[in-house]
C-alpha cells in the first residue's frame, strides 16, 4: 500500500505539491494525468525515495519512503538515460546485480516478446527500442510497487502499442500496484483501474474508469476536460 | 492494433458484446474455451481486471460457463443462445427505430423503408 499524508513538496519556495492525501491499494493500474508541471513526476519520485517532502509522510507499505525503498519500488524515469557502453544483455545483467529481487528470466521473456536481442549495443538502440528495454527493466523486478514516469512519450504508435501489451502481459496483477503518469491518455485509457487527475499540486479528482463510464457516461478525456476547468 | 472502445460504457460490458457477437457470427463456437484472461487482455489491451468482470458478466447470463481449473467456455445451451440471439436483434433495431424516429420518420415508413431495403438487396 501506498500513503500520502499532508504532503507538501517546495522547490525553490514554490509549492510542486500541497497538502496531498492518497492512499493506493494493491491489484490496480493507476494513471496520473494532468497538464506539464502540476505535480506527477513529483509524486512519484516522493513514493520512490527520490525526494523528500518538506511536509508529511510517504509510505510504501508501512515503510518511510527513503532512498532505501529501493528494494520495494521498482522506477522508470522519464529520461532517456542509459550507459551507452552495455549491450542489451549486459543492462539486464547489471540491473540482476544491483537488485536481489530483479527476475532475469522474466527480463529474457520480455525481450522475445520484444523483439529485442541480447546482444546489441544500447547506443545502436531505435529511440522505440530504447524505450522497450526500460519497460523491461522496470517489470522484471519483483516488488510490490512499480512507478513509471511517462513510459509511452516520444514514443510512435507501434512502439506504444508493444508496451502496453508488455504491461498486460507481466505485471503481477493481483499483487502490484502500479502508477503510471502519462499524457497518451487514450493509449493506456483501456489499462487503467483508477484515475488520478492532478493540477497546481492538488488532486482534483480520484476515479475507478469504469464507474467513470457507467455512472458519467465519460472516458477519461472528457472527464479531465470537465474538471480541469 | 486493438480495436478502440467508446467512452461511454465500461468497457468490460463493450467487451461481452464483443464476445456475444463473435458467437453469433460463429467466430467463437458453442463449447468452444474463451482465450484466458490475459491473453483476452493483451488482444484487446485491456487490463485483466477488467476482462475478468468481461467474463463473470457472461457467466451469469450464461453465455459461458467456467469450469474449475480448465478455464472458461462457451455455453452448449441452444435456449440461452436463442435468447441472446433475439436479445441482440431487439437492441440493435430499438437504436435503429430511435436514430429513424429523431429524424422524423413515421413508423410506418421505417418498416416500408425496411422491407423495400430488403426485397432490393434479395433481387440484386
Known amino acids: 500500500m501506498i500513503e500520502l499524508q499532508g504532503v507538501t513538496k517546495r522547490y525553490h519556495g514554490k509549492k510542486a505539491l500541497d497538502s496531498v492525501d492518497l492512499t493506493l491499494e494493491p491489484g490496480k493500474i493507476v494513471g496520473l494525468v494532468g497538464e506539464n508541471g502540476s505535480g506527477k513526476s513529483t509524486t512519484l519520485k516522493l513514493i520512490a525515495g527520490l525526494n523528500h517532502p518538506t511536509?508529511?509522510?510517504?509510505?510504501?507499505?508501512?515503510?518511510?519512503?527513503?532512498?532505501?525503498?529501493?528494494?520495494?519500488?521498482?522506477?522508470?524515469?522519464?529520461?532517456?538515460?542509459?550507459?551507452?557502453?552495455?549491450?542489451?544483455?549486459?543492462?539486464?545483467?547489471?540491473?540482476?546485480?544491483?537488485?536481489p529481487d530483479f527476475d532475469t528470466k522474466k527480463a529474457d521473456e520480455m525481450l522475445s516478446f520484444m523483439n529485442l536481442e541480447r546482444s546489441s549495443k544500447v547506443k545502436t538502440l531505435s529511440k522505440g527500442n530504447r524505450g522497450r528495454l526500460k519497460i523491461v527493466l522496470t517489470l522484471s523486478r519483483n516488488v510490490p510497487v512499480l512507478l513509471m514516469d511517462e513510459p509511452l512519450s516520444g514514443l510512435d504508435p507501434m512502439v506504444r502499442d508493444s508496451i502496453v501489451k508488455s504491461l498486460i502481459s507481466f505485471i503481477d496483477i493481483e499483487n502490484q500496484i502500479v502508477l503510471i503518469t502519462t499524457h497518451e491518455i487514450k493509449?493506456?485509457?483501456?489499462?487503467?483501474?483508477?484515475?488520478?487527475?492532478?493540477?497546481?499540486?492538488?488532486?482534483?479528482?480520484?476515479?475507478?474508469?469504469?464507474?467513470?463510464?457507467?455512472?458519467?457516461?465519460?472516458?477519461?478525456?472528457?472527464?479531465?476536460?470537465?474538471?480541469?476547468q | 492494433m486493438s480495436q478502440e472502445f467508446e467512452s461511454n460504457t465500461p468497457i468490460y460490458m463493450q467487451l461481452a458484446e464483443r464476445i456475444n457477437r463473435r458467437i453469433l457470427r460463429g467466430e467463437l463456437h458453442p463449447g468452444e474455451k474463451l482465450p484466458s484472461v490475459r491473453e483476452t487482455?493483451?488482444?484487446?489491451?485491456?487490463?485483466?481486471?477488467?476482462?475478468?468482470?468481461?467474463?463473470?458478466?457472461?457467466?451469469?447470463?450464461?453465455?459461458?460457463e467456467s469450469r474449475r481449473g480448465q478455464g472458461t467456455f462457451v455455453t452448449e445451451d441452444p435456449a440461452i443462445l436463442r435468447s441472446m440471439r433475439e436479445r441482440l436483434k431487439r437492441e440493435e433495431i430499438a437504436s435503429f427505430v430511435r436514430v429513424m424516429k429523431d429524424m422524423g420518420y413515421e413508423a410506418r415508413e421505417i418498416q416500408h423503408g425496411i422491407q423495400e431495403f430488403l426485397e432490393e438487396e434479395n433481387e440484386s
Open chain 1, 55 to 99: 511536509r508529511g509522510r510517504v509510505t510504501v507499505n508501512g515503510h518511510k519512503a527513503t532512498r532505501r525503498i529501493a528494494d520495494r519500488v521498482a522506477y522508470l524515469s522519464e529520461l532517456d538515460d542509459y550507459y551507452p557502453f552495455f549491450t542489451v544483455g549486459g543492462m539486464i545483467d547489471f540491473h540482476a546485480s544491483q537488485f
Open chain 1, 187 to 228: 493509449e493506456i485509457e483501456g489499462i487503467l483501474d483508477d484515475v488520478i487527475a492532478i493540477k497546481d499540486g492538488h488532486i482534483i479528482g480520484h476515479h475507478n474508469v469504469e464507474d467513470l463510464r457507467f455512472e458519467h457516461g465519460k472516458g477519461i478525456v472528457e472527464w479531465m476536460t470537465e474538471v480541469y
Open chain 2, 41 to 64: 487482455g493483451v488482444q484487446s489491451n485491456v487490463n485483466p481486471n477488467t476482462v475478468q468482470r468481461t467474463y463473470q458478466i457472461l457467466e451469469q447470463s450464461g453465455i459461458a
